[in-house]
T-cell receptor
Framework: AQSVAQPEDQVNVAEGNPLTVKCTYSVSGNPYLFWYVQYPNRGLQFLLKYITGDNLVKGSYGFEAEFNKSQTSFHLKKPSALVSDSALYFCAVRDTAKNAGNMLTFGGGTRLMVKP | DGGITQSPKYLFRKEGQNVTLSCEQNLNHDAMYWYRQDPGQGLRLIYYSQIVNDFQKGDIAEGYSVSREKKESFPLTVTSAQKNPTAFYLC??????????????FGPGTRLTVL
């Protein structure tokens, strides 16, 4: 069965500093990996995804994520955080193994707080 | 949130009542999904539909029902059998395809509270 873990409930960072939001996954086959962001009382917005190819994926709002197969990780990063980046971030995975189904599994979310 | 609308934004339900949450999309997506979000937890899949007139149960379908009579619409009914329905409900849609590589687009959500 596929699973995804976001080990930090909250990440605090000062504005202008680099940020990292961690995500690790478990699948039988190869993963499709996604990052979404949620602002208060809103739906999720897609940030970026890894399907295949280059391990470094660039997405919306200056975010990027690095796929690391040996560490089964897909951490979200940004070189310089903004106060407006403060939100809830979700990592999601889909296992491409045969009979794994076609659905996403979401992590529990990490709240990012960027302080001025 | 563009392209997917959910209504109402807030919904209050009395014990023993069925309520229906609306989800409409104009993205011409074949696949639609319903998720439940509880504080401190990730999203959990309730039902999904990959084509009109067809839908499948997700991980937590008990106490819920859906229909998919039109491509644009995927309403969710929370029945009285759902013992703990207070939650934030999110509808999503995506381009269909068996690869599962397509991202999902989410509506703004409906917050359901049981009185």
């Amino acid at each position: 069965a596929q699973s995804v873990a976001q080990p930090e409930d909250q990440v605090n960072v000062a504005e202008g500093n680099p940020l990292t939001v961690k995500c690790t996954y478990s699948v039988s086959g190869n993963p499709y990996l996604f990052w979404y962001v949620q602002y208060p009382n809103r739906g999720l917005q897609f940030l970026l995804k890894y399907i295949t190819g280059d391990n470094l994926v660039k997405g919306s709002y200056g975010f990027e994520a690095e796929f690391n197969k040996s560490q089964t990780s897909f951490h979200l990063k940004k070189p310089s955080a903004l106060v407006s980046d403060s939100a809830l971030y979700f990592c999601a995975v889909r296992d491409t193994a045969k009979n794994a189904g076609n659905m996403l599994t979401f992590g529990g979310g990490t709240r990012l707080m960027v302080k001025p | 949130d563009g392209g997917i609308t959910q209504s109402p934004k807030y919904l209050f339900r009395k014990e023993g009542q069925n309520v229906t949450l609306s989800c409409e999309q104009n993205l011409n997506h074949d696949a639609m999904y319903w998720y439940r979000q509880d504080p401190g937890q990730g999203l959990r899949l309730i039902y999904y539909s990959q084509i009109v007139n067809d839908f499948q149960k997700g991980d937590i379908a008990e106490g819920y029902s859906v229909s998919r009579e039109k491509k644009e619409s995927f309403p969710l009914t929370v029945t009285s059998a759902q013992k703990n329905p207070t939650a934030f409900y999110l509808c999503a849609s995506s381009i269909a395809g068996t690869s599962g590589s397509n991202e999902q687009f989410f509506g703004p959500g409906t917050r359901l509270t049981v009185l």
